[in-house]
């Protein structure tokens, strides 16, 4: 199943699994456009503030007394931040660098 139709169709049936089956490609995408000069330096402080707001050790909602809530945060920031810098990129590099990812490259 190629990485291009993640999102469209049939496949969202699969739900959280089929992009957590997909989330290599996804890392590859937003690796491959953070270093893309074709990318405007916003949308690549956007991911770098959700990146570092999810590892940055105090966090806004504690962990305390409840375990797990405090990293709901953390992950409700990052997909926030990855949503928006994907948003953000222009359309065409983002379809170029999908279309690489899916043949191999």
């Known amino acids: 199943m190629p990485f291009s139709s993640a999102g469209r169709g049939l496949n969202r ?4 699994f089929h992009y957590l089956l997909h ?25 770098a503030i959700g990146i570092i707001y999810a ?6 909602v504690p962990g305390f007394p409840l ?20 948003r953000m990129c222009p359309a065409n590099v983002v379809q170029e660098h999908v ?3 899916d043949q191999g490259g």
């Open 13 to 16: 049936r699969y739900g959280t």
């Open 23 to 47: 989330a290599p490609s996804f890392a590859r995408l937003f690796w491959r456009l953070y270093q893309d000069k074709r990318v405007w330096f916003l949308p690549k402080l956007v991911l």
């Open 55 to 60: 590892i940055w050790p105090l966090d806004a």
């Open 67 to 86: 375990v797990g809530i405090g990293y709901l945060d953390d992950a409700v920031v990052l997909y926030l931040a990855a949503k928006a810098f994907i």
């Open 99 to 101: 279309q690489l990812i």
